[in-house]
């Protein structure tokens, strides 16, 4: 016999959660399941719940749409099953929906708003002291950043030998106060000394997750979650299939409900030994199953690029190959894959020994400028040598350096771009030149033309002859723009003769 | 009847010259000859002399051993002929001989002294006022630069639309008054108004080039001769085949005999529209049969390469294809070419509109640097703007820019290094890393490690554990070098986390 239940209302893309006790004996995790199912007038969703411990099963739901719900609950976790409904109400301010690719190579909300993926990334920030989560979450709110890169499992790597405050399973781990940074990477993997159940997860431990993505939701950013990573000593990158798999099911069914979540199956797939092709698309395949909110999803490279084709992947979300050219091939992959291209790794500003986190910030923001006029988007991160390994790469805390205030400045100026994202526009060889995505009718006349290292003391225009231009110029270092007048037919514009300067150039 | 005369004595790879009275009548620079045939004990040479106006005609031979040698003198020029000998003595201190490719990669002059070409380019600085002509040698004078590449024919292009201050041949220019910025193109190649008689050079044009590469001689500096190219105005990029060989003739029979004389066929000779490649092949074999004393030969790009595999091409005179990366091409030009990279244009500091012509000193330099541990060669260009439009790229003068320091600082390093010439040396992807060429017999054990853009604040190394390196701290920019002591086995340097750093390797 069927309970009924009735709960309070929900706003659209909110999460609907109901708590359920169930059994508690053998293993609840992979012994027992539980399922709901949702139907309005638009939409009939069935989703996986999770067992949260002592007793408690969940099922998470996000509706999308503003109509009353109605909803069964099922499964093994108890002989009897439940019934109920709810009202969806209309989004709060701020509530967009989940993230959507729109317009083959760009981004927007559910709603429609765009969204310009100006990211960074803090591997494990979710995993340091409580105190430095909330400095972390302190810094995101006071700079522009609208997506953050992290991972589920602990990091292991160079300025990662410390303990995570959590761990996802059951278990002990190895003695790490035997790592130096001379020998840690021979303990890459499944270090001797881990003692891990990998079929029954920490629950505390995805609360800890869920309640940072929450954090995050409310700062208005996406939550672009590495599931997978190789950086390791728990043996959590070699778990065996079915624990692979026990794993996938528990994320989606516990995160999935959450609107800004973002699927980034892998960081550095390729550097993932014990895992080949099939696996990647097995994991593939239970997202696409098990995801009914169709959230994006994406893997990361370190070397060679997953195949960014597969029909799976949303959007590229790559790591630089060539040391001096990254940005500069947005044009190419946009042709290659038809997929919006984000530049997760560009390397990160910083000075470090490490090639990928050393470059300045004005190189830094140089390749979010070659990015963005060429349609795609750069990625930031930072790796300033700190006193106490504080690196916000992988740890958050404070920001160190001089570009999150420009890559604010350039989300200022996509944001004001018309349409939804900028397409590359051929003009001269010696300008990077966008325009609006021309698949957005009645929105051409805007242009955005970039200089990065060359520094012209004047350029020449001409777009036609019957129009007014309104011209600026911009300082995208020193974050200035100068209204430089109105122009029709041929025109010169005096520059600078400085670096990294831009000319936007409006119809009137 | 032949005459006999005898001379004074001249230096190992000084100029021999002797001048002869003959027929005026008709055309002397094209229906009558001289040639001349030396002999001494290693060498036995025949080369064309040339006619210098006002009845006079001249043969000039490069002695190479020094020893005695005898000549005769022949040709149309007169009825009788000339005999005579003289004694070659050894070189002056400062004269190494012409220079040549040396280890497949790199220059040697011919007494075995290295040569690292580090150039310059000012394409018409010879046709400026003597007064600029003067203060560019001074600022020569002034600099580390050891090559310059300039031009016989005048240059009509912006910023180059004077009047040269003398002309090639006999008859009138067009009126240049008419030319802007805005329609200088329109008056390309052969503009209305033109009269020349390209049969019939003015021996004054040639007398100021050949002062001038005296003077660069005299500087220690290499003569790197654009014959041919496209900026033109007056028709000397569009005469026809008869015209284009007397031309050459003339010019090697004049010019051959200073050894620091290198043939450039063209500048960007893609862009020459009315020649095709068996043009540039004839003008090859002109080269081949007539320089007996087989000066460096090679063709500079605007886009597309010429073939540098074929034979007659000495070393690849490269204008950079890819805007962002150029001199990080050079380990694959070396592969392919298996000849001496030098890259020509590579763009040039300054701040004028033109991509080409607006990057900053630190790029510049970073791009030299690049180079040279790659194992090949940048080159250097200036483009300032400048109220009277003095460009040291193409009018000499003097210097605005940071990178003529930072060059003669490379210079230093390069003169320094053991052996001859600078191999890359892969070591890890986040460095660009040089040895000695491995042909170099004994001389392993140095090593030149370079950062580029990247700033590490520290970095580590390990070359074997018996020996001991001296290590030294190289900032390219502020031109100095610390001496961070001696090391064994694995060991560590603190950097600076700035840019532009080297560290220098060299085994005790």
Known sequence: MDHTVYTQSVEKWGIFEIALAGHQDKNPFADYDIWGEFTSRNEQKKVDGFYDGNGVYRVRFMPSFAEEYTFRIGGSFREDGFRGGFQVTAPAAGNHGPVRVANTWHFAYEDGAPYYPLGTTCYVWNLQTEELQQQTLETLKANAFNKIR????????????????????????????????????????????NDWDYRRFR??????????????????????????????????????????????????????????????????????????????????????????????????????????????????????????????????????YQKPIVLD??????????????????????????????????????????????????????????????????????????????????????EVAAQVEETIPGRSGYYLIYYGFNRPSFREYHFDDEHEYRVEIIDTWEMTIEDYGVFKGHFRVELPGKEYMAVRVQKR
């Not at 995570?164 to 890459?188: A, H, K, M, W």
């Not at 997750?209 to 000593?233: S, T």
């Not at 990015?371 to 958050?396: F, K, N, Q, V």
């Open 345 to 430: 790794e560009i390397a990160y500003e910083g000075n470090i020994q490490h090639g990928w986190g050393n470059i300045s910030g004005q190189e830094l923001i140089r390749r979010f400028w070659e990015a963005a006029c060429r349609g795609g988007y750069g990625g930031h991160g930072e790796t300033y040598m700190h006193p106490e390994d504080i690196l916000w790469w992988s740890h958050g805390g404070v920001l160190h350096g001089d570009s999150p205030a420009r890559i604010g400045f350039l989300m200022k100026i996509l944001k004001e771009t018309p349409g939804i994202g900028l397409a590359p526009m051929f003009t001269r060889w010696d």
């Open 150 to 193: 992290f991972c589920i499992f602990p990091k292991h790597y160079d300025y990662n030998l410390n303990e995570p405050i959590s761990y996802p399973y059951e278990g002990t781990p190895c003695d790490s106060s035997v790592l130096t940074r001379e020998n840690f990477l021979q303990y890459n993997g499944k270090a001797p000394g």
């Open 203 to 336: 629950p505390e431990h995805f609360r800890l997750l869920e309640k940072n993505i929450q954090a995050l939701m409310e700062l208005g950013m996406e939550a672009d979650i590495i599931v997978m990573h190789p950086y390791d000593r728990w043996g959590f990158s070699q778990m065996d299939a079915e624990s692979d798999d026990l794993y996938w099911n528990y994320v989606i069914a516990r995160l999935g409900a959450y609107r800004n979540v973002w699927w980034s199956l892998a960081n550095e797939y390729d550097l993932m030994e014990k895992k080949v092709l099939a696996d990647w698309e097995r994991y593939a395949r239970i997202i696409c199953e098990k995801d009914v909110y169709h959230h994006l999803r994406s893997i990361h490279n370190c070397k060679p690029f997953y195949d960014h084709s597969r029909p799976w992947i949303t959007h590229c979300s790559i790591q630089r190959q060539d040391p001096y050219k990254s940005a500069e091939l947005v044009e190419e992959w946009r042709i290659r």
